[in-house]
Every structure is written in C-alpha cells, then in structure tokens.
C-alpha cells in the first residue's frame, strides 16, 4: 500500500490536530449534548482535524464504553467536516478492538497512545505498535511518542513493515532531540505533528514539524488557527506573538508535571458556560483562588 492511498491523512495531520474534552453531566456520565455542541463549535471555528480520545478527552479516566461511544458520537456529529483520528491503546486486544471500532464507524486514522507499562523495550515498543497497525492497514497510523529513549530507527523499521503508519506526535520536550529523531526516521517520511502543542510548535516547526496537537483550540481556536497559519508562512515572529498570548494559559497547564492539564481548559470552558468544569480522578478541579485567572484569560481571547 503506498503512501498516496494516505494523501487526505497526511494533509490531515499537517494541521492543527484538535484533542476535544470529554465533557461530564452532573450524574458524572458523559455529557452527550454539552460535547456536541463544543465539537460543533470547533467544526464552525475552522478545525478540520481531530482527536477523540486524546489526553485532553481524559482517555485513561473513561470506560471502555465510553471511549466507543466518544468515538461514535465525534463521528456522527461531524458528518465528514473534519478527519477523524481516534485516540486508542491500553493492552494490544483493547487497542486492536478500538482500532477496528474506529475503522468499521468512519474514523480515517487512529493514534497509539504511549504504552503505559513499566517496562518498555524499543523492539517491544515496535512490535506493540505493529500489533495494532496491521490489524487496520487501511487506516492510517500516529504513534504518540513520550518516550526519550526511543530512536528514529526503531520508527523506521515500523515503517518498513506496516506503511500505514504514516504521521508520529512527538511529544519528548526537546526540540534538538525531536529533530534528530525525525532525521533519523526519515523527516520526509512521515508527517510530523508537534505533540506538546503550541508552547512547542514553533521550535518544532522549525525542526521539520507540519502540525501541531492543541487542548486550547477547545477554548478559542481562532487563536491556534493563527499561529498555525503563521507558522505555514515562516512568520515566526507572528508565530511568537501568539505563543505570548498564549503562554501563561499552557503555564498553568504544564504546572506540576501538567497536573492540571484537562483541569484549566475545561475550567477555561466552564467560565465560559461552555461545560462543566468537572474532571474525573486522578485530575482534579481547580480551587476558588485559581479559577478567576483562567476566566480572565479566557475572556481576554476574542473567541
């Protein structure tokens, strides 16, 4: 399979690469009505790429029900005005399943999460990620990369065995070493999406990366849509503009080893009567004290 059959992935991924929240009622079940409209909301904003089942959805806090039923309801609800890359993982049956739910309801892609094991070996990563592709090779495939230690090699020779794996999110903070690792694996191999978001985009981007993942697009995707744009024309002083007006937001998010992480934007969403600020363990909600700045910030973006 060549990597033209992909062309609408690949385009797809060289983007703003939007992870949608999860939003919750207050029987604490997924807010059905709430999450159509903020998917509506990015859709009418400009996004054409997104995630459900990504970190910033609370991937690892919902059921397997309820990650088949994100997975649905982000489908039906765009109606083929964006592409769909559907966050899956955990063990290589679960993941495997996920994969070919995503496929058999619509979804173009999916996204490997980081394999969350102790023990990890770069040949075991490998074949983990294999397990999962070849049981959907009409699907493109994104691993999600957390892992340092991993090499561009072991990427390649993924590659080489399974071509639907087409894009990686990089998601290491280390701008020298993502483009090394990207130089290594092939830089024009694969689409390459700045998985930190906007506080890394622009030092990705100027390594090689064509997209980037975002949380506060949830908030105001005007805001991410010109920073991408400016980072498409080589404007990295506009690109730097908005990493200004956007760096205290992705601060508090980042705090603490990003404990708050989902907790800020749907606090972000929340002042704006957008959803509920609810979150489940292990995250947490913001207390009083720290609500109002995310609310001043929030209204501060024309959105």
């Given at each position: 399979m060549s990597s033209v059959t992909f062309e609408t992935q690949r385009t797809a991924l060289?983007?703003?690469?939007?992870?949608?929240?999860?939003?919750?009622?207050?029987?604490?079940?997924?807010?059905?009505?709430?999450?159509?409209?903020?998917?509506?909301?990015?859709?009418?904003?400009?996004?054409?790429?997104?995630?459900?089942?990504?970190?910033?959805?609370?991937?690892y806090a919902l059921t397997p029900q309820e990650r088949q039923l994100v997975t649905e309801l982000t489908i039906e609800e765009t109606g083929g005005r964006a592409v769909i890359l559907v966050g899956v993982g955990h063990d290589v049956p679960t993941a495997v399943a996920s994969a070919r739910h995503a496929r058999d309801h619509g979804a173009a892609m999916v996204m490997v999460h980081q394999p969350v094991h102790p023990y990890v070996s770069q040949r075991g990563w490998v074949d983990y990620h294999r397990a999962i592709a070849e049981a959907v090779p009409e699907l493109g495939v994104v691993p999600y990369i957390r892992n340092?230690?991993?090499?561009?090699?072991?990427?390649?020779?993924?590659?080489?065995?399974?071509?639907?794996?087409?894009?990686?999110?990089?998601?290491?903070?280390?701008?020298?070493?993502?483009?090394?690792?990207?130089?290594?694996?092939?830089l024009d191999?694969?689409?390459?999406?700045?998985?930190?978001?906007?506080?890394?985009?622009?030092?990705?981007?100027?390594?090689?990366?064509?997209?980037?993942?975002?949380?506060?697009?949830?908030?105001?995707?005007?805001?991410?849509?010109?920073?991408?744009?400016a980072l498409r024309a080589g404007d990295y002083p506009g690109a730097m503009k908005v990493w200004e007006q956007i760096r205290r937001f992705e601060e508090l998010r980042a705090a603490n080893g990003s404990a708050n992480n989902v907790t800020?934007?749907?606090?972000?969403?929340?002042?704006?009567?957008?959803?509920?600020?609810?979150?489940?363990?292990?995250?947490?909600q913001l207390p009083e004290d720290e609500r109002a700045e995310v609310a001043a910030i929030a209204s501060g973006w024309s959105i």
């Open positions: 060289a983007d703003v690469v939007a992870i949608p929240v999860t939003p919750f009622a207050e029987d604490g079940s997924v807010d059905q009505v709430a999450h159509r409209a903020l998917l509506r909301r990015l859709l009418d904003g400009g996004v054409r790429t997104l995630t459900p089942n990504g970190n910033t959805g609370e991937f340092a230690q991993l090499t561009g090699a072991r990427l390649a020779e993924l590659a080489d065995t399974c071509p639907n794996v087409i894009g990686v999110k990089y998601a290491v903070p280390d701008a020298s070493r993502f483009a090394a690792f990207a130089r290594d694996a092939g191999r694969f689409v390459w999406v700045a998985g930190l978001a906007e506080p890394y985009a622009p030092s990705y981007f100027s390594a090689g990366a064509t997209g980037f993942t975002s949380g506060l697009v949830n908030v105001a995707p005007a805001v991410s849509l010109n920073m991408i744009e800020v934007v749907k606090e972000a969403l929340a002042s704006l009567g957008l959803c509920r600020r609810d979150v489940r363990p292990p995250s947490r």
